[in-house]
């Protein structure tokens, strides 16, 4: 089975454009859900998604935001991008059904933006 | 609050010999799920064992093995004889019941010499 899929890997962008980053979980996981990994902040969540709703939200600005297709893809939007905004940002998916929490997240292997 | 804390920021040991990993927790649940990631040099975070806080049972799955404490909200990963393919850095991370999201430690690095 196909892992969870990150596109695209790497990205350069300048300060006060936007982005959007696309995940595509395993065949079969509803939930989906955001990191962002700096090496000051380490590994910080970003967003959840179960059923094209989002179910969690961590403690960043309304800059970041996502959105669920019913096919449980995913995209992470982060517009007016501020030089602090360089990082690795992880998508995961789980097997997480209403409840959420339970299970293991499986992680893609990350899209790498840089601000400038 | 939920937190997670990894004191240990970097570990340094020669093939072949033992390391633990420590981790403690906090969390005002009763219910609640543990884990272990690690993530190579590649980046990719990679899965190793999830606990549930009614399962204190200990395990073991070749070289690596948890130990689980509530007494001293500590989950402990231990990996014997280690290896040079073992160097990454390890998270441990914390999830709550209805909460789809993992509070993740700020990782141990590990370096095993040859």
């Known amino acids: 089975k196909a892992g969870v899929t990150q596109t695209p890997r790497y990205l350069i962008k300048t300060r006060g454009q936007q982005v959007t980053l696309s995940c595509s979980p395993i065949?079969?996981?509803?939930?989906v859900s955001w990191y962002q990994q700096t090496p000051g902040q380490g590994l910080q969540f970003l967003f959840e998604?179960?059923?094209?709703?989002?179910?969690n939200k961590g403690n960043f600005p309304g800059r970041f935001s996502g959105r669920q297709f019913s096919n449980s893809r995913s995209e992470m939007n982060v517009s007016t991008l501020e030089l602090g905004d360089s990082a690795l940002y992880l998508c995961?998916?789980?097997?997480?059904?209403?409840?959420?929490?339970?299970?293991?997240?499986?992680f893609g292997p990350g899209t790498r933006l840089t601000v400038l | 609050a939920q937190k997670v804390t990894q004191a240990q920021t970097e570990i340094s040991v020669v093939e072949k010999e033992d390391v633990t990993l420590d981790c403690v927790y906090e969390t005002r649940d009763t219910t609640y799920y543990l884990f272990w990631y690690k993530q190579p040099p590649s980046g990719e975070l990679v899965f190793l064992i999830r606990r549930n806080s009614f399962d204190e049972q200990n395990e073991i799955s070749g070289r690596y093995s948890w130990n689980f404490q509530k007494s001293t909200s500590s989950f402990n990963f231990t990996i014997t004889a280690s290896q040079v393919v073992d160097s990454a850095v390890y998270f441990c991370a914390l999830s709550e019941a209805g909460l789809g999201k993992l509070i993740f430690g700020q990782g141990t690095t590990l370096q095993v010499k040859p």
């Open positions: 995961a998916s789980s097997w997480d059904g209403p409840g959420g929490g339970y299970n293991e997240q499986f």
């Open positions: 065949s079969g996981h509803r939930s």
């Open positions: 998604y179960f059923s094209e709703t989002q179910r």
